[in-house]
């Protein structure tokens, strides 16, 4: 895909960020991204009773002072064409006010998630802001993504850095 990392150490490296992993999960794997929106992607894997689910988070520092109001989750959920059909027509960013508004205005976002979800991409989206340790986390399924879905993360990325 083209993306310049650095592969940090998966047992310091969270602590020293102030990622909490929390008990049933596993860092698998802490990466530092270059020339990016995206700052870190960690690789969590979740033990239930039901087997082991891996998870992608990226991080992105962020300034949580450039707003009043506090920022909220903000979730993508997709509207599929009938109730037994597997279509994805449209998604819909619903939570923080702020964010999911210039989400949903972004047709180059929504058309490449769009095209991802016809194609491979299951599971959704996820941000959730984390002004205890100074980091927004993009969260996804474990799923190797597509260079579109990268680029589509990195240009969220770029919205919350901005502030919004």
């Not at 990622?19 to 870190?40: H, P």
């Not at 991409?121 to 799923?143: A, L, Q």
Request: some cysteine.
């Amino acid at each position: 895909m083209g993306v310049k990392f650095d592969e940090l150490d998966k047992k310091s490296e969270p602590k020293k960020l102030g990622i909490k992993i929390s008990m049933g999960q596993k860092c698998e794997g802490v990466y530092a991204l270059k020339d990016r929106n995206i700052d870190f992607i960690l690789v969590v894997s979740v033990t239930s009773q039901y087997g082991v689910n891996y998870f992608i988070e990226y991080l992105i520092k962020t300034s949580f002072d450039l707003r009043k109001e506090p920022v909220k989750k903000t979730k993508m959920t997709k509207k599929k064409g009938s109730l037994f059909g597997s279509n994805v027509e449209d998604i819909i960013w619903k939570g923080d006010m702020r964010l999911s508004q210039r989400l949903n205005m972004d047709y180059e976002i929504k058309h490449k998630i769009l095209q991802a979800c016809s194609r491979k991409f299951k599971g959704g989206i996820v941000i959730e802001p984390d002004p205890k340790h100074g980091y927004t986390r993009i969260k996804t399924n474990y799923d190797l993504p597509s260079h579109e879905i990268f680029d589509t993360i990195d240009s969220i990325a770029r919205y919350i850095k901005s502030g919004i």
